[in-house]
C-alpha cells in the first residue's frame, strides 16, 4: 500500500487543531516532532507540547485531495509543506490483489506473473516495494504521453524510476537507450529485476549521468526536487527534446515555469488534481 506523507511545520496551537481535522481527512497516522529537534509525540486530543514550533507529519491516502489539504494548512499558517510517498510491506501484495491488465493506448501493463496474452508492446512488472504501478494518475499521465510519441530510436531518461515502468514503457516503445535514476537502492534493485525479466537493457544509476543529452526526459517526483533539479533536467534535453514533469499539483503550474525557464511549455495535462507538464528546450537555447 503506498501512502501520501504530508509534513508541515505550525505553530504549538495548531498543532493539535490541524493534526484532529486531518483525522477527519483519513489520516491513518498523525506524529507530532519538535520542529527544532527530533522529539516525537503521538497527535491526540489530550497532547500538548511545550515546543513553540511542532512539525507534524500525517499519512494519508494516495487518493485524498490535496487541494482541500492545501487549503486546510494554509488556514492554519502552516510552513515547509512536504508531500512525498511512501509505502508499506503490504505494497506488494496490494499490487497484486487490485492491478488489473492497464492500457495506454498501445502500451499494455500486466502483473508480471498474469498469464494474459496482448498483441502491442507490454510491460510485465512487479513493483515490489517501489513506487510504480501505473494506478497513479501521474503515472498514468506519463505512460499515456509516452505512448503517443515517436520514441523509436530515442535517448530517455526516466528520473525517479521507481519500479522502473516508465523506463520500461519507453523501451518497450522503441527508445533505444534509457537510463533509469533512482536515489533508493530498493528502486534500483526492482527496476533491474523488471528489467531482466522484461528483457530489456536498461542503464541503472543515482544520479543523472553527466554530461549526456536525452531526447526525452520524464520525470515523476514531486515539486521540491522537480525545482532542485531544474537546471540539471534541462541542461540533459537534447537540442529539439521534450520533457515531462509530473508529481504535481494544478496550483504549483507557475513555480515550474519560473524554475525552467528555459523550456516552452504546453498547457498542462490534468487528471484530478495532478498535473502533467510537458516542454521543450526554447528554439534558442542550444
Ligand atoms: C512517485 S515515484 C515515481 C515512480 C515511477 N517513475 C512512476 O512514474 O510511477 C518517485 C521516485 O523518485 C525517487 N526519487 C525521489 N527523489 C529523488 C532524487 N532526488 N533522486 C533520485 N530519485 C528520487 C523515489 O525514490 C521514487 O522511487
Keep these: 500500500m503506498a501512502w501520501l506523507k504530508v509534513a508541515f511545520v505550525v505553530s504549538r496551537d495548531s498543532a493539535n487543531p490541524v493534526s484532529l481535522l486531518l483525522q477527519q481527512y483519513g489520516a491513518i497516522a498523525t506524529s507530532l516532532f519538535d520542529a527544532g529537534s527530533n522529539d516525537i509525540l503521538e497527535a491526540g486530543a ?59 493506448g498501445r502500451l499494455h501493463v500486466l502483473p ?47 528520473f525517479g524510476c521507481g519500479s522502473g515502468i516508465l523506463g520500461l514503457a519507453a523501451a518497450k516503445l522503441g527508445a533505444n537507450q534509457v537510463a ?18 522484461n528483457g530489456v537493457n536498461l542503464t541503472l544509476g543515482k544520479t543523472i549521468p553527466v554530461n549526456q543529452k536525452f531526447d526525452v526526459v520524464v520525470a ?16 540533459s534535453i537534447a537540442q529539439g527534446g521534450v520533457i515531462g514533469l509530473t508529481g504535481l499539483l494544478a496550483a504549483q503550474q507557475e513555480s515550474i515555469v519560473e524554475s525552467f525557464p528555459r523550456v516552452c511549455f504546453d498547457s498542462p495535462v490534468q487528471e484530478n488534481e495532478w498535473i502533467l507538464m510537458i516542454g521543450r528546450k526554447s528554439c534558442d537555447d542550444i
Design 46 to 104: 489530550e497532547t500538548t507540547t511545550l515546543w513553540s514550533q511542532v512539525r507534524v507529519e500525517a499519512l494519508l491516502k494516495v487518493g485524498t485531495s490535496l487541494q482541500s489539504i492545501q487549503r486546510l494548512l494554509g488556514e492554519h499558517g502552516a510552513e515547509d509543506v512536504r508531500v512525498s510517498f511512501v509505502q508499506d510491506a503490504e505494497w506488494e501484495s496490494a499490487w497484486r490483489k487490485h492491478t488489473a491488465h492497464k492500457k495506454f
Design 112 to 158: 508480471r506473473d498474469s498469464s494474459t496474452e496482448v498483441d502491442g508492446p507490454l510491460v510485465r512488472l512487479d513493483p515490489g516495494l517501489a513506487f510504480g504501478t501505473g494506478e497513479h494518475a501521474t503515472t498514468a499521465m506519463c505512460l499515456s504521453w509516452l505512448e503517443s510519441i515517436d520514441l523509436n530510436g530515442n535517448k530517455v531518461l526516466d
Design 180 to 197: 533509469a535514476i533512482d536515489h533508493d537502492e530498493k528502486a534500483i534493485e526492482v527496476t533491474r529485476q523488471n528489467a531482466i525479466f
Design 220 to 235: 515523476n517526483i514531486l515539486l521540491n526536487t522537480l525545482v532542485e533539479y531544474a537546471i540539471d533536467f534541462t541542461n
